[in-house]
T-cell receptor, first 110, second 116 residues
Framework: GESVGLHLPTLSVQEGDNSIINCAYS??????FIWYKQESGKGPQFIID?????DKRQGQRVTVLLNKTVKHLSLQIAATQPGDSAVYFC?????????FGRGTSLIVHP | GAVVSQHPSRVICKSGTSVKIECRSL??????MFWYRQFPKQSLMLMAT?????????EQGVEKDKFLINHASLTLSTLTVTSAHPEDSSFYIC????????????FGQGTRLTVV
């Protein structure tokens, strides 16, 4: 797998707003996708996953949308809270090796 | 979810010394473990993949003699940074997987290595 070592894009939102974080993936054979949340100084935490036979999956306050046609994944966070401030990564698993997207830094302003 | 414990969480070492980082899966058998390196405000860069009982597979550009990986059991993998230099200072993260496709990998809490 190969990760892109570029600086992270940033999304700033107000507390209570909905947030949408986007991710483009490269491997059309990938059939399993995961969103992770990484807080400063910590390892990534699993948020939600989706398999390629679905185009939408909902969790608590989070929804993942998958568009296989354009190889695009999004994470929607409802009623964003200051505790949601973190870096969010998407990962695809077309093989045993998860491949991470670039990541987006979410900043929630109170 | 499953628990992966990484130790130490922080380490400071002198240039030229070696540092060992441990990654343990506490409640499941990890057939495969992954080691990542992360620079500030950047994504995770895969360094190597290790399968229990076999040699690790290193990503292009990662020196296998510099970053020694051992995966001797289904619950433990170690990364040893040999002859560390200041440019090796980074955040190192392991993850563990049951090795099946289409299953999530569980991450350790990361190790902040500072070489002085």
């Amino acid at each position: 797998g190969e990760s892109v070592g570029l600086h992270l894009p940033t999304l700033s939102v107000q507390e209570g707003d909905n947030s949408i974080i986007n991710c483009a993936y490269s491997n059309s054979a990938s059939d399993y996708f995961i969103w992770y949340k990484q807080e400063s100084g910590k390892g990534p935490q699993f948020i939600i996953d989706i398999r390629s036979n679905m185009d939408k999956r909902q969790g608590q306050r989070v929804t993942v949308l998958l568009n296989k046609t354009v190889k695009h994944l999004s994470l929607q966070i409802a009623a964003t809270q200051p505790g949601d401030s973190a870096v969010y990564f998407c990962a695809e698993r077309g093989s045993y090796i998860p491949t991470f997207g670039r990541g987006t830094s979410l900043i929630v302003h109170p | 979810g499953a628990v992966v414990s990484q130790h130490p969480s922080r380490v400071i070492c002198k240039s030229g010394t070696s540092v060992k980082i441990e990654c343990r899966s506490l409640d499941f058998q990890a057939t495969t473990m992954f080691w990542y390196r992360q620079f500030p405000k950047q994504s995770l860069m895969l360094m190597a993949t290790s399968n229990e009982g076999s040699k690790a597979t290193y990503e292009q550009g990662v020196e296998k003699d510099k970053f020694l990986i051992n995966h001797a059991s289904l619950t433990l993998s170690t990364l040893t940074v040999t002859s560390a230099h200041p440019e090796d200072s980074s955040f190192y993260i392991c993850s563990a997987s049951r090795g099946q496709m289409n299953t999530e990998a569980f991450f350790g809490q990361g190790t902040r290595l500072t070489v002085v």
